[in-house]
């Protein structure tokens, strides 16, 4: 992690969590963060299933833990039964949008213009857009898993990208949820290359400031030694983050 960028803790809920969780974790959280002596070195934020974006919001308000939603459609409003705007999203108080999760991308199929689309109507409504990215086991066996990583950030990544309405999550598709980890070297070398695309396209100086997450089975167990890595600007945590005391754990290995 790097000086200039401040560390991002991010919990994808998924399609887990219920009302149960909106003071159970939500408030559990903000009540953790208010008993903080001082300022936290990094930031929190958690995204709930959409029917939870209000009453989270409320469990949150005044935290410093930021709220986010786990996908948004391209477009600004219309005739698109079942999805959600961002500029709805914005309004009951998010200020992150997760896009092109790879479950989404293979759940539904979503392709790179179409996550880009979805990135830039989160950055339209004023949010930042926390693009996913990632390849495949049999990608990376075949030994083009930068190949394939960066190519997802240059067809997902709209123009125009800042530190403040880009975030990059790099998840590697078979460490989510599997207990499998990237070995630090790797991370490390992927986000690396990220970066270095983003400069090719936005400057060195942007590309320095926008924050790139690694995703897949980050636990307290390993989050310190990634966190720790030069490129690795937090953590988007999907299992741990359902459970405060490991969701927290994760946000002190990176303070
Ligand atoms: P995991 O999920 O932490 O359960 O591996 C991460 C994610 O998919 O965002």
Redesign the pocket.
């Known amino acids: 992690m790097s000086q200039e960028r401040t560390t991002l803790i991010a919990g ?1 809920w ?1 399609m887990n969590g219920g009302l149960d969780e909106v003071d159970g974790l939500a408030g559990d959280l903000a009540g953790r963060m208010a008993g903080l002596a001082a300022a936290p070195g990094f930031e929190l934020a958690v995204c709930p299933p959409f029917p939870l974006l209000p009453m989270v919001a409320s469990a949150i308000e005044e935290s410093g833990i930021a709220l986010g939603a786990q996908d948004c459609h391209g477009n600004e409003k219309g005739a698109h039964t079942g999805d959600v705007s961002a500029k709805l999203l914005a309004q009951v108080g998010c200020a992150y949008v997760i896009v092109g ?3 989404r991308r293979t759940d539904h199929g979503e392709t790179d213009e179409q996550v880009r689309a979805k990135a830039e109507a989160a950055q339209a409504a004023g949010m930042a857009a926390i693009v ?1 990215v990632g390849e495949t086991e049999a990608e990376r066996d075949a030994g083009r898993a930068t190949e394939v990583v960066v190519g997802q950030v240059v067809g997902s990544v709209p123009e125009g990208a800042t530190a403040e309405n880009l975030v990059i ?1 790099y ?1 590697p598709v078979w ?4 207990g499998k980890t990237a070995t630090p070297q790797d991370a490390q070398d992927m986000h690396a290359a990220i970066r270095a695309s983003l400069a090719d396209r936005f400057g060195a100086e942007t590309a320095a400031g926008i924050r790139i997450l690694y ?4 636990k307290p167990g390993n989050a310190a030694e990634l966190l720790a890595l030069a490129d690795v600007d937090g953590g ?6 359902l459970v405060a005391d490991d969701f927290w754990a994760i946000g002190q290995a990176a303070g």
């Open positions: 994808n998924k999760h790879s479950e996913c999550a998840e460490a989510i949820g599997t995703g897949g089975s980050m988007l945590i999907g299992g741990a983050s």
